[in-house]
């Protein structure tokens, strides 16, 4: 087995806290610069056609930073383990910041796409390390729960926000502002970061290579072959291929992460039910909500006629309801527990997507936004639970690997749920009385029923007994 030594750890004890709370939020803020990228170039798409895309290739302006984020996410998480998290989560962010500058100038798709891509490089660099400097950097345990909850709200609003950012971008200025966005966040999160979050302690212990290798190697190809299904064909020997590929490489870590004294991915954090169930219903919800948006940018588009603009704020009730609840869910994570509101929130998605499959031919925004309002307030009750549930009983200094698995699982489940929905939606959006519709409605049927799977999930932590679940974040 094959290993790669680290330079010398620091001899710290204890993780160091911030000098202020607000480095916890400037943290925050570099994780919803990141999240809004997933999502705010989307309502754009038909401006940055005109830089000469194909119908073909211009879902790769979104594939591509999907491929990479969701690639190199437990790299990521490992990294800042090993070599410190804030080091590793500048670098990211830096990184971030200067390819949203390169695609914001892009001049021909290769440069746009290429941009995109090494965006992705860097927020799976920044984005498993911001959960860890929260949990470990926390001056006491009320300040961590708020960073928690604040943390839940932008991971999980941020993409209906990026969608609003998007449209308003788009209109007023140009869609290159929605790549150009992110260059004074990025440099004020890199100050700011510098200055009130100190550094964690660096790890003893080898690198483990072949676990980068076969993790790495694994996500890819398995996130290339979902993003092209749709286009390739679920049967093709291209998309079966990549994914026996991606089965053998995560069987190769699986393997290797047993005897590796330092793993990339310690698979004793699998042995918890309560997490592995939190870490499927993530992957539900972020998968049938990705679909969902999918579906409806393109109703309000291109089935209404709204602009860019006016697609975007429709989608407000969604991270309003997220960003209200924030508010009180460490109280009633306290008072009901994980496990029912974890339930209870992928159970309102179920009823949010399933009303959507119920769309007519002469459906309007008003049919629509009752399902935006109730899904926000499921994700908003449902998403910090799931991330206390996934971080309960970690140790500090596996905090980075944990994180990035819970943002692997999402990125997978979304890439997973995403190519599903589109594909459902492209098989049938060629029969019945319209085409949209008809196919729209089999497709909003399929997130629904992949939310009810992650609803499933969250049952089982109800079920259980009381103390194998989390009653408080």
Same mark, same amino acid.
């Given at each position: 087995m094959t290993t790669t030594s680290m330079p010398p750890a620091s001899t710290a004890t204890a993780a160091p806290r911030t000098q202020s709370p607000l480095g916890l939020y400037i943290v925050l803020l570099a994780q919803l610069m990141i999240v809004l990228d997933a999502t705010i170039v989307n309502v754009a798409l038909p401006h940055i056609a005109t830089l000469g895309f194909g119908p073909a290739s211009l879902s790769w302006v979104l594939?591509?930073?999907?491929? %990479?984020?969701?690639?190199?996410?437990?790299? +990521?998480?490992?990294?800042?383990?090993?070599? +410190?998290?804030?080091?590793?989560?500048?670098?990211?962010?830096?990184?971030?910041? $200067?390819?949203?500058?390169?695609?914001?100038?892009? &001049?021909?798709?290769?440069? =746009?796409? &290429?941009?995109?891509?090494?965006?992705?490089?860097?927020?799976?660099?920044?984005?498993?390390?911001?959960? &860890? =400097?929260?949990?470990?950097?926390?001056?006491? @345990?009320?300040?961590?729960?708020?960073?928690?909850?604040?943390?839940?709200?932008?991971?999980?609003? /941020?993409?209906?926000?990026?969608?609003?950012?998007?449209?308003? !971008?788009?209109? &007023?200025?140009?869609?290159?502002?929605? =790549?150009?966005?992110?260059?004074?966040?990025?440099?004020?999160?890199?100050?700011?970061? *510098?200055?009130?979050?100190a550094e964690t302690p660096r790890r003893h212990g080898k690198f483990d290579l072949v676990g980068a290798i076969t993790a790495t190697g694994g996500a890819v190809s398995l996130v290339y072959a979902l993003v092209n299904a749709p286009d390739w064909g679920w049967g093709d020997a291209r998309t079966i291929g990549l994914i026996v590929i991606s089965i053998l490489l995560f069987t190769g870590l699986v393997l290797t992460e047993q005897r590796h004294p330092h793993p990339l991915l310690r698979l004793g954090l699998l042995r918890n039910q309560a997490r592995v169930a939190a870490l499927v219903t993530a992957a539900a919800m972020f998968g049938s909500m990705l679909g969902m948006f999918y579906l409806t940018v393109q109703f309000l588009e291109d089935q209404i006629g709204l602009s860019a603009l006016q697609a975007g704020l429709g989608f407000l009730p969604w991270p309003l309801s997220i960003f209200t609840l924030s508010r009180v869910m460490p109280r009633l994570v306290a008072r009901f527990g994980a496990g029912r509101l974890m339930a209870t929130g992928v159970a309102l998605l179920v009823l949010a997507f399933a009303h959507l499959a119920t769309l007519g031919t002469h459906a309007g925004y008003w049919f629509v936004m009752p399902s935006l309002l109730v899904g926000g307030i499921g994700i908003g009750l449902s998403f910090m639970?799931?991330?206390?549930? $996934?971080? #309960? +009983?970690? @140790?500090? @200094?596996?905090? +980075?690997?944990? *994180? /990035? !698995?819970?943002?692997?699982?999402?990125?997978?489940?979304?890439?997973?749920?995403?190519?599903?929905?589109?594909?459902?939606? %492209?098989?049938?959006?060629?029969?019945? @009385?319209? /085409?949209? $519709?008809?196919?729209? #409605?089999?497709?909003?049927?399929? %997130?629904?029923?992949?939310?009810?799977l992650g609803c499933l999930s969250a049952l089982t932590l109800v079920v259980r007994r009381p103390a194998a679940v989390p009653d408080a974040a």
């Open positions: 594939n591509a930073y999907t491929l %990479a984020f969701g690639g190199l996410l437990l790299l +990521g998480g490992r990294l800042g383990d090993v070599l +410190g998290r804030r080091r590793i989560f500048l670098t990211g962010v830096a990184v971030f910041t $200067v390819f949203s500058f390169v695609g914001g100038l892009a &001049a021909d798709p290769t440069m =746009l796409v &290429a941009a995109r891509a090494l965006q992705g490089v860097g927020a799976a660099l920044a984005a498993p390390s911001v959960l &860890a =400097l929260i949990t470990t950097n926390a001056p006491d @345990e009320a300040a961590r729960n708020r960073a928690l909850s604040a943390f839940a709200a932008v991971s999980s609003g /941020g993409g209906g926000l990026g969608l609003i950012l998007g449209g308003v !971008l788009t209109e &007023a200025i140009s869609w290159r502002w929605t =790549l150009f966005v992110n260059v004074p966040i990025g440099i004020a999160v890199i100050l700011g970061v *510098s200055r009130l979050v639970p799931v991330t206390a549930t $996934v971080l #309960r +009983g970690v @140790e500090p @200094e596996h905090a +980075g690997s944990a *994180s /990035g !698995l819970l943002q692997t699982m999402q990125q997978l489940g979304g890439a997973i749920g995403f190519a599903i929905v589109t594909s459902v939606f %492209a098989a049938h959006a060629s029969l019945g @009385e319209s /085409g949209f $519709v008809h196919g729209a #409605r089999a497709g909003f049927w399929t %997130a629904a029923i992949l939310a009810g």
